[in-house]
């Protein structure tokens, strides 16, 4: 019997300890933050953009090999989870969210997101009612639904064979990438921890102005007030990756972005506000409130030596959010400045009676547009400049275009 000499053995160890490529260990950490960085593209362009908000369409050559690089690695099948994600959208912060930190505790949805989206996919209500749209063609039925966790399988053995032993690593830090970065921190800490631009109907927060480690998914305030945009960045200091590569695919003519951020435009100023006054407003009513919150500060700073100290800081942190955002121990000491100063008590006010017009969904067209004259109206009448100004330009207001 013919034995394998020893240059056979020695190829072979050395295949095992250092694969196809014989990296240096600060190659195999780029190596790994690439590939990580590949799947999070994948999952913020195609999982999130394009499938379950519909804010662009991908060319099928981006579409396929997202959905390929996706199978191998994360397992995850499309219509899972574009329809949880929806029905986080739906239902968030309710009973029915089927990942919020506000209902099932931070350190559950940090350390265990992954178990709660897990348990999501096997309810057969949530894929019938959110799951619409998604791929059901030939290779996603009988590859990438039937046999997904084989995809995973399949990455391990393709991370052995280039990188050897080291590849196990890898593979390891792949299949974690997703549930710590979305299942944990996105679902997580982004609806817990943060700055807000807009007050929109839930928790969401921005974890970070700078969107690049998560592909622009940081940006979860942003996302939560404007979901159907396929940009998550607003301000000109924050900075969205996904959209940057969403535009190049887009100039490349392998994608098509069909809605982003609406873009809050002035004209002249109309005697009166109008329904074409209410259109703007209402289209963008978080950029308007945004600008009323920046309106409070001002006035606060202002009102700053009428209040305590202790109130000022309750005041400075919470006295531009919305009433239901304010945590229950720091309502007596807003009630306090507000007491202290009319000025201010009167912003909040007009404030709340602003947000109600665009609630008030069983008035007519010609209703809403009477309550919006006489909240201006109301507003300049009021002897407080901030308001009156405020009211005055938002009669300029417009639709862009």
């Known amino acids: 019997m013919l034995l394998p000499d020893s240059a056979f053995f020695d ?44 804010a662009l ?16 690695t994360t397992g995850q099948v499309t219509k899972e989870w574009a329809a949880i994600h929806r029905k986080h959208h739906a239902k968030c912060e309710q009973a029915e969210d089927p990942h919020s930190p506000h209902v099932y505790g931070i350190k559950t949805v ?5 178990e709660l989206y897990r348990k999501e996919s096997k309810n057969l209500d949530t894929m019938k009612r959110y799951g619409h749209g998604t791929p059901d063609d030939w290779i996603e039925r009988n590859l990438y639904t039937r046999f997904s966790w084989q995809g995973v399988a399949l990455m391990l053995i393709i991370d052995v064979a280039l990188f050897g032993f080291i590849g196990l ?12 970065t979305a299942a944990g921190i996105i679902n997580g800490a982004a609806h817990y921890w943060g700055y807000r631009n807009f007050e929109a109907h839930d928790a969401s927060t921005n974890i970070s102005p700078w969107g690049i480690l998560i592909g622009g998914e940081e940006l979860h ?11 998550l960045s607003v301000k000109p200091y924050e900075f969205d990756l996904g959209w940057a590569y969403i535009r190049t695919l887009e100039i490349m003519g392998l994608a ?11 004209g002249d100023i109309r005697p009166v506000a109008d329904e074409k006054t209410l259109e703007a407003l209402i289209a963008n009513r978080y950029e308007v409130m945004a600008g009323y919150a920046r309106n409070v500060r001002a006035v606060m700073q202002q009102e700053a030596s009428k209040l305590d100290v202790n109130v000022q800081q309750a005041a400075k942190r919470w006295l531009h959010r919305d009433a239901a955002k304010v945590p229950a121990e720091a309502q007596d000491q807003l009630k306090q400045a507000r007491a202290a100063s009319p000025v201010l008590d009167k912003m909040l006010q007009m404030r709340d ?7 008030n969904t069983s ?34 207001v417009r639709q862009p275009g």
């Open 57 to 72: 369409d991908l060319h099928a050559i981006p579409s396929h090999f997202f959905r390929f690089w996706l199978w191998l």
């Open 353 to 359: 009676e602003l947000s109600q017009i665009w609630l």
């Open 221 to 231: 305030n942003n996302h939560h007030t404007y979901p159907t945009s396929a940009k």
């Open 256 to 266: 098509t972005v069909k809605k982003t951020v609406p873009r809050l435009a002035y």
């Open 363 to 396: 008035h007519s067209r010609e209703q809403l547009a009477a309550d919006l004259q006489a909240w201006c109206r109301r507003a300049e009448e009021s002897g407080i400049a901030a308001l009156r100004d405020f009211s005055v330009k938002l009669r300029a």
């Open 169 to 180: 690593t890898i593979w390891a830090v792949q299949m974690a990438w997703i549930p710590i």
């Open 110 to 114: 940090l350390l265990t997101g992954a």
């Open 11 to 54: 190829a072979l160890i050395h295949w095992m300890g250092h694969g196809m490529f014989d990296l240096a260990w600060w190659q195999i950490v780029l190596v790994t933050l690439g590939l990580t960085h590949i799947t999070i593209a994948s999952v913020t362009i195609f999982l999130h953009r394009h499938q379950a908000h519909r």
